[in-house]
């Protein structure tokens, strides 16, 4: 390594260290990317494309293409899940691409992959227009391709023709059209059926195909007009139930078969919905000849799949009816070399493996050369930002090629770089990287010979829980970004209770079976068998009114101590984003005998943790978790013992209440935690060990508490995405609150310093009646467009009347309270549309107080600053994404900030990417809530000491 005398660089990179990141999650991540590196295998894909569109436009759109399968064969750690996030961003603009990992529930396989499509298509990627999802692209290309020919022709034949000539002109304009160009008012219904009725005509005659159920719903989705119905169709297409009210108002119809009372047959309504999610990816890949290229669907994380030969098969046969009945895709599938030889190809049927091996390519080796480039490329934002001497600095070609004789993989090599990179910053154990003094990588270790000590913690645990705490902010994301699907969370509760039972418990248990009621409809459950004792049962259920009614009296009748009921007692899981049950379900669930069943809605902090472990356990079968100096891959072993030392299963209240009913389960649970482990908030209690791991995991010292400050999750700053540029250069004010400080630290872009904050208002409280000096006013309201409907920039005049009622309440409460003098404060508002419309709701108080925008605003700063973010339910402005408006608006402020936004809107993944999804519930958990009635009942008297108390 380098030497730096002068420990000039070293100080530096100790504040900025480089991310060195070692695996992708999933291929919508954005990490540095070398293009030399499996460049040809890239290339061959993007040709297989090329090959596919040709032939698809060649053709007339009721033909298509079959699909085409490549494998793709790597190592661990390789680049597989890189190679699809390559992929992912330079082809889902043209190419929707979909992202299926491994199925976890043998009997709803088919049904897996539809709703990880439809959780893909959801999905915001480069390339769109802003606020677009994959889906909407899509959709909106399809039936614009359809709509198009059946407008002309009612032109040609005088048919209302002047509307839909306007229609016509729209849509040639651009598709993305179609979602706005129904106009309000008592005729919109009748022209979305005027449009869904040809739609559907067209489709049942040249592609019968077509699922009538499925496109109706899609229709309907291009022209819902709020993110709640949007999402209630896109629950419903997946299979997940809705109330019965919904599905009438939205015209959804009946696709998924439901059982009519509770002697219907289990087996059948099984094998139907499998039937139907089939023919509803068939639906997909049909309505993609109208978009004239084809889609990319892949398949990747199969490496669990070893050992589950019912699983593995059953996936076999999905995969041959998806090749035989659904056209215009290319089908990609990623697995290890070693597996695909000793296990696929032993376990499914030569007809399958021709289809997905079609083509099979082969990833690059690694060697020093490519080594320098990735470590360059992985180095470069921080070497441009500290301006540091070298591409590589502190690394020389000495360690790279030292390294690199170590390491068999990228990632491998980026872990022991990563750690070589820790001791040199140390300058404990700083390595010179000559040939007698460089310090060799050790060999591997057995598990069995490392010892964690206090001083030097066990490399394996340190690991465990580091790659756990980035799978919970993962999971946080992928949680907001999903919908509710029972058939996943009980393949992943399951297969965590198999593999933890399995290594915790001796003798282990028999989970193998499932409680069933003569064939009649139950739950998705598994029955739970010890050694000894009474068998338990462990159930998920997300149905809705009379199925939810009959699949809890089918399992209930088979649970309690009687010697003819197949378990002594049943955990009942259900998703808490699912509607919460009434009538006869709710009077059913409320009387269920403590001592033999209870029910448990997930909250957030509960779904995480199960998505958080299940998917670090599949990262770890893909041998993406390394621990040591020698970055080590983690085998599967040794990563569940990790987990029950650790003790994180008691994260999961589902495997206590199993243990409670069953205490020989107990060492489903691990041990409790270790004090002398990272980090020292965790307990040994272990009634606190589900808060307090969460919390130190996900940097949030609120998670257990009740109420709404525990609805909102903290996300570090040193996590969030830096791809929102910020172009604010106001000068750097002298002085501000150190909770205000704090925001402007958050909201500041990687590479900027912020200023030199200093703290003499620290010693005064935040305004009577507030509790910080940072302060959210939740506010919610319809967004109301510009009066000239043709405007060029309509966002740019938009108002939000029940934002301006709420800061006019608001003002007249702090004068009449002599709280604050109107000219101390200033009313920040992102458009000229809304500041005129604040002049106007205060009437003649508009003339002591200052509102503007931002442009007009002249770097005026104020005591007091209102920031009112007007958007709400639509797509945002530009003027509204990155840094530049908020972090403009907070620096406005001497002492307060109140912000008067809808916190659901600016947490919704349908108007926002991830990385500003991210930033804003980071900036919305550093900011207290206070609702507006509570402002409102607040006693002139109040002390300021009152309202820091309050």
């Given at each position: 390594?380098?030497?730096?005398?002068?420990?000039?660089?070293?100080?530096?990179?100790?504040?900025?260290?480089?991310?060195?990141?070692?695996?992708?999650?999933?291929?919508?991540?954005?990490?540095?990317?070398?293009?030399?590196?499996?460049?040809?295998?890239?290339?061959?894909?993007?040709?297989?494309?090329?090959?596919?569109?040709?032939?698809?436009?060649?053709?007339?759109?009721?033909?298509?293409?079959?699909?085409?399968?490549?494998?793709?064969?790597?190592?661990?750690?390789?680049?597989?899940?890189?190679?699809?996030?390559?992929?992912?961003?330079?082809?889902?603009?043209?190419?929707?691409?979909?992202?299926?990992?491994?199925?976890?529930?043998?009997?709803?396989?088919?049904?897996?992959?539809?709703?990880?499509?439809?959780?893909?298509?959801?999905?915001?990627?480069?390339?769109?227009?802003?606020?677009?999802?994959?889906?909407?692209?899509?959709?909106?290309?399809?039936?614009?391709?359809?709509?198009?020919?059946?407008?002309?022709?009612?032109?040609?034949?005088?048919?209302?023709?002047?509307?839909?000539?306007?229609?016509?002109?729209?849509?040639?304009?651009?598709?993305?059209?179609?979602?706005?160009?129904?106009?309000?008012?008592?005729?919109?219904?009748?022209?979305?059926?005027?449009?869904?009725?040809?739609?559907?005509?067209?489709?049942?005659?040249?592609?019968?195909?077509?699922?009538?159920?499925?496109?109706?719903?899609?229709?309907?989705?291009?022209?819902?007009?709020?993110?709640?119905?949007?999402?209630?169709?896109?629950?419903?297409?997946?299979?997940?139930?809705?109330?019965?009210?919904?599905?009438?108002?939205?015209?959804?119809?009946?696709?998924?078969?439901?059982?009519?009372?509770?002697?219907?047959?289990?087996?059948?309504?099984?094998?139907?919905?499998?039937?139907?999610?089939?023919?509803?990816?068939q639906t997909v890949g049909d309505l993609a000849r109208h978009y004239g290229k084809p889609l990319i669907l892949a398949f990747d994380q199969l490496e669990g799949l070893r050992g589950e030969t019912r699983l593995t098969q059953r996936?076999?046969?999905?995969?041959?009816?998806?090749?035989?009945?659904?056209?215009?895709?290319?089908?990609?599938?990623?697995?290890?070399?070693?597996?695909?030889?000793?296990?696929?190809?032993?376990?499914?049927?030569?007809?399958?493996?021709?289809?997905?091996?079609?083509?099979?390519?082969?990833?690059?080796?690694?060697?020093?050369?490519?080594?320098?480039?990735?470590?360059?490329?992985?180095?470069?934002?921080?070497?441009?930002?500290?301006?540091?001497?070298?591409?590589?600095?502190?690394?020389?070609?000495?360690?790279?090629?030292?390294?690199?004789?170590?390491?068999?993989?990228?990632?491998?090599?980026?872990?022991?770089?990563?750690?070589?990179?820790?001791?040199?910053?140390?300058?404990?154990?700083?390595?010179?990287?000559?040939?007698?003094?460089?310090?060799?990588?050790?060999?591997?270790?057995?598990?069995?010979?490392?010892?964690?000590?206090?001083?030097?913690?066990?490399?394996?645990?340190?690991?465990?829980?580091?790659?756990?705490?980035?799978?919970?902010?993962?999971?946080?994301?992928?949680?907001?970004?999903?919908?509710?699907?029972?058939?996943?969370?009980?393949?992943?509760?399951?297969?965590?209770?198999?593999?933890?039972?399995?290594?915790?418990?001796?003798?282990?248990?028999?989970?193998?079976?499932?409680?069933?009621?003569?064939?009649?409809?139950?739950?998705?459950?598994?029955?739970?068998?010890?050694?000894?004792?009474?068998?338990?049962?462990?159930?998920?259920?997300?149905?809705?009114?009379?199925?939810?009614?009959?699949?809890?009296?089918?399992?209930?009748?088979?649970?309690?101590?009687?010697?003819?009921?197949?378990?002594?007692?049943?955990?009942?899981?259900?998703?808490?984003?699912?509607?919460?049950?009434?009538?006869?379900?709710?009077?059913?669930?409320?009387?269920?005998?403590?001592?033999?069943?209870?029910?448990?809605?997930?909250?957030?902090?509960?779904?995480?943790?199960?998505?958080?472990?299940?998917?670090?356990?599949?990262?770890?079968?893909?041998?993406?978790?390394?621990?040591?100096?020698?970055?080590?891959?983690?085998?599967e072993s040794e990563f569940l013992d990790a987990v029950l030392r650790l003790g994180l299963p008691r994260t999961i209240r589902a495997f206590e209440e199993l243990v409670r009913f069953a205490p020989v389960l107990a060492g489903l649970?691990?041990?409790?935690?270790?004090?002398?482990?990272?980090?020292?908030?965790?307990?040994?209690?272990?009634?606190?060990?589900?808060?307090?791991?969460?919390?130190?995991?996900?940097?949030?010292?609120?998670?257990?508490?009740?109420?709404?400050?525990?609805?909102?999750?903290?996300?570090?700053?040193?996590?969030?995405?830096?791809?929102?540029?910020?172009?604010?250069?106001?000068?750097?004010?002298?002085?501000?609150?150190?909770?205000?400080?704090?925001?402007?630290?958050?909201?500041?872009?990687?590479?900027?310093s912020p200023w030199n904050v200093a703290t003499a208002h620290d010693a005064a409280p935040p305004l009577q009646g507030l509790p910080s000096r940072a302060v959210l006013i939740p506010v919610s309201g319809e967004v109301e467009p510009?009066?000239?409907?043709?405007?060029?920039?309509?966002?740019?005049?938009?108002?939000?009347?029940?934002?301006?009622?709420?800061?006019?309440?608001?003002?007249?409460?702090?004068?009449?309270?002599?709280?604050?003098?109107?000219?101390?404060?200033?009313?920040?508002?992102?458009?000229?549309?809304?500041?005129?419309?604040?002049?106007?709701?205060?009437?003649?108080?508009?003339?002591?107080?200052?509102?503007?925008?931002?442009?007009?605003?002249?770097?005026?700063?104020?005591?007091?600053?209102?920031?009112?973010?007007?958007?709400?339910?639509?797509?945002?402005?530009?003027?509204?994404?990155?840094?530049?408006?908020?972090?403009?608006?907070?620096?406005?402020?001497?002492?307060?900030?109140?912000?008067?936004?809808?916190?659901?809107?600016?947490?919704?993944?349908?108007?926002?990417?991830?990385?500003?999804?991210?930033?804003?519930?980071?900036?919305?958990?550093?900011?207290?809530?206070?609702?507006?009635?509570?402002?409102?009942?607040?006693?002139?008297?109040?002390?300021?000491?009152?309202?820091?108390?309050?």
């Open positions: 390594m380098r030497q730096d005398e002068t420990n000039i660089y070293r100080s530096l990179l100790e504040e900025r260290p480089p991310k060195l990141i070692t695996y992708v999650n999933t291929p919508w991540e954005e990490v540095p990317d070398l293009a030399d590196y499996n460049a040809k295998a890239f290339q061959i894909l993007q040709r297989r494309l090329r090959a596919m569109t040709r032939r698809l436009q060649a053709q007339a759109p009721s033909a298509g293409v079959a699909s085409e399968g490549v494998l793709i064969l790597g190592e661990a750690g390789t680049g597989k899940t890189h190679l699809l996030m390559r992929v992912a961003r330079a082809m889902s603009a043209t190419n929707p691409v979909m992202f299926i990992h491994k199925p976890n529930n043998e009997e709803a396989v088919a049904q897996h992959v539809w709703a990880q499509l439809i959780e893909s298509l959801t999905r915001h990627v480069p390339g769109l227009a802003p606020g677009q999802s994959q889906l909407d692209h899509l959709l909106a290309h399809v039936f614009t391709a359809v709509l198009t020919p059946i407008l002309e022709k009612d032109i040609g034949d005088n048919l209302n023709a002047k509307l839909k000539q306007r229609w016509l002109k729209l849509l040639k304009q651009t598709p993305s059209n179609l979602f706005g160009m129904l106009e309000g008012g008592s005729g919109r219904q009748k022209h979305l059926d005027y449009l869904r009725n040809k739609t559907l005509a067209y489709l049942r005659i040249h592609h019968p195909d077509v699922d009538q159920t499925v496109a109706r719903a899609l229709i309907n989705y291009c022209f819902l007009a709020t993110e709640r119905d949007r999402r209630a169709t896109l629950t419903w297409l997946i299979g997940q139930e809705i109330d019965e009210t919904t599905v009438k108002r939205l015209g959804l119809g009946s696709l998924w078969p439901e059982p009519l009372d509770e002697k219907d047959s289990d087996i059948y309504l099984r094998q139907e919905r499998e039937r139907l999610a089939i023919r509803a990816i996936w076999g046969d999905v995969m041959q009816q998806l090749f035989t009945v659904v056209p215009n895709m290319l089908v990609l599938t990623a697995v290890f070399p070693g597996l695909w030889e000793s296990w696929f190809r032993c376990e499914l049927h030569q007809a399958v493996q021709d289809r997905i091996a079609q083509d099979r390519l082969e990833l690059d080796p690694f060697d020093a050369e490519r080594a320098e480039a990735l470590l360059a490329v992985h180095l470069r934002d921080t070497v441009e930002e500290l301006n540091l001497p070298d591409p590589i600095y502190p690394f020389t070609r000495e360690d790279v090629a030292e390294l690199c004789g170590k390491a068999h993989s990228p990632r491998t090599f980026l872990q022991a770089a990563r750690n070589r990179l820790d001791d040199w910053l140390d300058d404990a154990r700083a390595v010179v990287s000559t040939s007698a003094t460089a310090v060799p990588i050790p060999c591997e270790t057995p598990a069995s010979e490392t010892s964690p000590t206090a001083s030097s913690p066990d490399p394996i645990l340190k690991a465990v829980m580091e790659s756990y705490r980035r799978a919970v902010v993962h999971a946080q994301v992928e949680r907001r970004q999903g919908l509710p699907n029972e058939e996943d969370l009980f393949g992943r509760l399951s297969q965590l209770l198999r593999k933890l039972a399995a290594c915790g418990v001796t003798p282990p248990p028999d989970c193998s079976g499932r409680v069933t009621n003569r064939g009649r409809v139950m739950p998705s459950n598994l029955l739970v068998r010890p050694a000894e004792g009474p068998a338990v049962a462990l159930a998920v259920c997300h149905a809705q009114g009379n199925s939810l009614k009959s699949r809890l009296e089918n399992l209930l009748a088979m649970v309690g101590p009687e010697n003819d009921r197949v378990a002594a007692a049943a955990v009942l899981v259900r998703d808490g984003r699912c509607p919460v049950p009434t009538g006869q379900s709710e009077a059913l669930l409320h009387g269920l005998d403590p001592g033999r069943a209870v029910a448990l809605m997930l909250d957030e902090r509960q779904g995480v943790a199960i998505q958080a472990l299940s998917d670090l356990l599949t990262a770890v079968e893909q041998g993406e978790v390394a621990a040591g100096p020698d970055a080590r891959v983690i085998d649970l691990g041990q409790p935690l270790d004090t002398s482990l990272e980090p020292e908030s965790f307990t040994q209690t272990p009634s606190q060990t589900n808060s307090a791991a969460l919390a130190a995991a996900w940097g949030n010292d609120r998670v257990g508490t009740s109420g709404p400050a525990s609805n909102s999750t903290a996300v570090k700053a040193d996590a969030l995405p830096n791809d929102v540029p910020c172009l604010w250069d106001e000068p750097a004010p002298e002085t501000l609150p150190a909770e205000l400080a704090e925001l402007t630290r958050l909201l500041t872009p990687e590479g900027q510009p009066d000239d409907e043709h405007d060029d920039q309509p966002h740019l005049k938009r108002t939000n009347p029940a934002q301006v009622r709420a800061v006019t309440t608001l003002l007249r409460r702090w004068i009449d309270t002599k709280t604050v003098e109107p000219e101390q404060v200033l009313i920040l508002a992102p458009y000229d549309a809304q500041a005129r419309a604040l002049r106007e709701g205060l009437g003649t108080l508009a003339q002591r107080v200052a509102i503007a925008t931002l442009e007009n605003s002249r770097q005026r700063r104020a005591d007091v600053v209102v920031a009112v973010s007007t958007d709400d339910q639509v797509p945002p402005s530009p003027a509204l994404l990155g840094r530049t408006w908020m972090r403009s608006a907070v620096a406005r402020a001497r002492r307060q900030w109140v912000w008067i936004a809808n916190p659901q809107y600016l947490i919704n993944f349908r108007f926002f990417p991830v990385a500003e999804l991210m930033r804003n519930r980071a900036t919305l958990s550093r900011c207290r809530t206070v609702p507006l009635a509570t402002l409102e009942a607040t006693t002139p008297a109040a002390s300021h000491g009152d309202a820091r108390s309050a």
